[in-house]
């Protein structure tokens, strides 16, 4: 297990709650601070508390999930995800780094300057699931890309549990490929952080809808901004 520094601890204890009022998208306003150590340590940790959140909100709500539209998308999304899962575990720390991040910094940009990625026909759809599927593979930051086709096929009072069991299932494919292949699924660490994770859920889902409401394309910018700042300051200790 390795060990940290107090002020390391705090700043990990604050990128969690963090990540946890993002919401279910978390994961990719998490990882820019998380990558300047090893990728591999840290994706099991955001993995298990995917599954554990996801598991816990649908649990109830199985019948509000879009079973049909599930298994379609799911049959797209397996092959790249795959692809991306074999990536994930033979490229170089570095080179997935640098990968992970541009991915990142791109949503950033969208971000920044309100760029919507929207899906009109069923190429799009299918062009959008395949990158996205390729993204969660490499980094579970897959997300944007699958919801802006699930927002458009899936009703919206049914769109959130949906998600979440999609999750479920891409993240389990990426555990499972974990521990078929050795790699240390940070247990330890996972139920440290898991508090700070529910603290940030738990204010989440009391604020996130609101906030975005209310600040709408502001709030996406700021997120924006400071996604970009991260990812360049990253970029920088790397090629430089």
């Not at 002020?7 to 990990?12: A, F, K, M, N, V």
């Not at 539209?69 to 692809?83: D, E, G, N, Q, V």
């Not at 033979?90 to 910094?105: A, E, K, R, S």
Request: glycine share 8%; charged share 10%; aromatic share 16%.
């Amino acid at each position: 297990m390795i060990h940290f520094e107090i002020w390391q601890y705090i700043l990990l204890a604050l990128i969690f709650i963090w990540t946890g009022c993002i919401g279910f998208g978390g994961a990719a306003l998490s990882l820019p601070f998380l990558l300047l150590d090893k990728p591999l340590f840290w994706l099991p940790i955001i993995a298990w508390h995917l599954l554990f959140f996801s598991s816990i909100t649908v649990s109830q709500r199985l019948h509000q999930v879009d079973w049909r539209f599930l298994r379609y998308t799911h049959s797209i999304l397996i092959i790249p995800k795959m692809i991306g899962i074999f990536g994930l575990l033979n490229l170089p720390n570095n080179v997935l780094v640098i990968i992970v991040y541009c991915i990142i910094l791109f949503y950033a940009i969208t971000y920044i300057f309100n760029i919507t990625r929207q899906s009109h026909n069923r190429l799009g759809d299918i062009v959008l699931l395949i990158l996205g599927g390729y993204m969660s593979g490499t980094s579970l930051i897959g997300s944007p890309l699958i919801v802006a086709v699930y927002m458009r096929h899936v009703e919206l009072q049914r769109l959130r549990d949906t998600l979440f069991v999609l999750w479920f299932i891409l993240v389990s494919f990426k555990m499972s490929a974990f521990v078929v292949t050795g790699v240390d699924l940070q247990w330890e660490y996972t139920l440290l952080l898991l508090p700070f994770a529910a603290i940030g859920h738990y204010f989440g889902l009391k604020a996130h809808v609101s906030l975005i409401a209310a600040q709408g394309n502001n709030f996406k910018r700021i997120i924006g901004i400071v996604l970009a700042l991260v990812i360049i300051i990253g970029l920088w200790s790397i090629l430089y």
